[in-house]
């Protein structure tokens, strides 16, 4: 599966976004789809899951009020929508996808076999 990812641009405190995360070569119905967000210098950290089976899971507790993670198979598409978006919310955006699991997903990065190329999120103060 290929991977490209959209949507990112430059926002204020408190507005909104949403990326969108476009599948080639596969079905977003037959992967599990996460985003992940980096800031420069930092690890990549998990933000939240879409598996192939619809569950959607977030782990991050500064965010789990304000993004939701969504799916359309039509346009084989996996969406974030980030609302009441904060400074600290700068970060480059990627998507990735991998087998999913018979149990579980994966949260690690290193787990993740194929990636989009990052879509751009500054929030201004």
């Known amino acids: 599966v290929q991977l490209q990812a959209s949507g990112g641009g430059l926002v204020q405190t408190g507005g909104s976004l949403r990326l969108a995360c476009l599948a080639s070569?596969?079905?977003?119905?037959?992967?599990?789809i996460a985003w992940f967000r980096q800031v420069l210098g930092k690890e990549r950290e998990f933000v939240t899951i879409?598996?192939?089976?619809?569950?959607?899971?977030c782990l991050k507790d500064s965010v789990k009020a304000r993004f939701t993670i969504s799916r359309d198979n039509a346009k084989n598409t996996v969406y974030l929508q980030m609302d009441n978006l904060r400074p600290e919310d700068t970060a480059v955006y990627f998507c990735?996808?991998?087998?999913?699991?018979?149990?579980?997903?994966?949260?690690?990065?290193?787990?993740?076999?194929?990636w989009g190329q990052g879509t751009l999120v500054t929030v201004s103060s």
């Open positions: 990735a996808a991998t087998p999913p699991l018979s149990r579980g997903y994966y949260y690690r990065s290193s787990d993740y076999n194929y």
């Open positions: 070569e596969g079905a977003v119905s037959s992967y599990d």
């Open positions: 879409m598996t192939w089976n619809g569950y959607h899971a």
